[in-house]
Structures are given as C-alpha cells and as structure tokens.
C-alpha cells in the first residue's frame, strides 16, 4: 500500500483543519464548499483502504449504514440522486456531483444547484500506524434548513448531520469490521408491526 505522509488527528477534527501543509493540491483538487455548517469525524477500521474505498465508492451501499439515507442512485457522469430522511417524517433530495475520485484515498462530491440541503465534502481513507487498518475521515460541509430553529428541531429528532456522521461512521465500522451492524432486540419496524 501507499505509504501516506499525512498523519490525520487522533480526534474529530477535519482534515482540511490539519497542521500539515497540503498546499501541493492543485485548486481543481479542492472542494468548492456548498454549506456554510462544518463537521469533521474520524474512525479507525481494521480493514484494507482499498476494500473500504470500494465499498463506499458503489454509492448504492450506503444505505446499509447510513440510518437517514433512504436511497443513493447512480446517474450518467458520476452524478447521484439522494434521497434522505429529514425531521417530522418529510424527506430531502439533492444530486450530488463527484469532484475528486482518488482509488484508494479520497472521494468527494458537491451538491449541483437547487439541492434541499446545499452540501460538499470528502471523505479519506489513510493507512493507521502500526498496521492497525485504516483511518476513515468525513468532512462535510452544509447548509442547515430553517437555520437555528431547523438546527434545533433536527437535533430534537437526532437528524443533525453532526449526530449522524459520528453514527455513520461507526455503524460502517461495524459493519465492514464484522459484516453486521448491532441493532437492538426489536427494530423501528417490528415496533410498528405490534
């Protein structure tokens, strides 16, 4: 594997907010923003980079981990349209673009105009030291509907992109760690079925 210069942080921070100079990256390479609410999370999988990356990069994956993501389907263009879960049982859309596709390392995407929520970002995949699997990082960037009040009612129903990143990324932890994701004795839908 590549051997990766960059150390990520040990904590949340994002890795555009890190020490290292990463001034080599051409402007093309960076993510013109599309938000103005910035969220950083980092976990340490024991798995390969290269298996991880090519998980996520089939982006029909992800609703197996990301609990509000109702679907992501693949357009012409490396183009996608989401469709995703949002407060008080009402749904958001957007079409996402890929900006920078590096096999193994980096994904990122913008939202193209006219997205529910406005949102860009990136996600890494870097070597941990000692063996010890890979360092996934999300940084996202995006505008929060109905601002303040939107913000508060999201947390209210554990919808704020900040929550769920942290679980995200965890539940994808967990399931490319043990091929399962931990759910507790009865699922949302078998509670309903009651």
């Known amino acids: 594997m590549a051997d990766n210069k960059a150390p990520l942080p040990s904590d949340d921070a994002p890795l555009i907010t890190s020490k290292e100079d990463h001034s080599e990256q051409s402007a093309d390479q960076r ?12 976990v340490t999988i024991n798995r390969p980079r290269a298996e991880l990356y090519a998980f996520w990069r ?24 989401w469709t995703v879960k949002a407060p008080a049982g009402k749904r958001v859309e957007w079409i996402s673009a890929i900006t920078e596709d590096r096999p193994g390392e980096t994904i990122a ?3 193209e105009d006219g997205a529910d929520v406005p949102n860009s970002g990136r996600i890494d995949f870097r070597d941990a030291p000692g063996g010890r699997g890979t360092w996934v990082s999300a940084t996202i960037l995006y505008d929060q509907p109905g ?24 539940r994808f932890k967990q399931l490319m760690e043990t091929g399962e994701i931990a759910t507790s004795a009865r699922t949302r839908n078998e509670q309903e079925e009651i």
């Open 31 to 42: 993510i013109e923003p599309q938000g103005d609410t910035l969220v950083g999370r980092t």
């Open 58 to 81: 089939d982006f029909t994956n992800l609703p197996q981990f990301m609990e509000n993501v109702v679907s992501v389907a693949p357009m012409a263009e490396g183009r996608t349209h």
């Open 109 to 111: 995407w913008a939202s």
């Open 147 to 170: 601002g303040i009040i939107g913000k508060a009612i999201a947390k209210m129903f554990q919808r704020e992109p900040a929550i769920q990143a942290r679980r995200d990324l965890r």
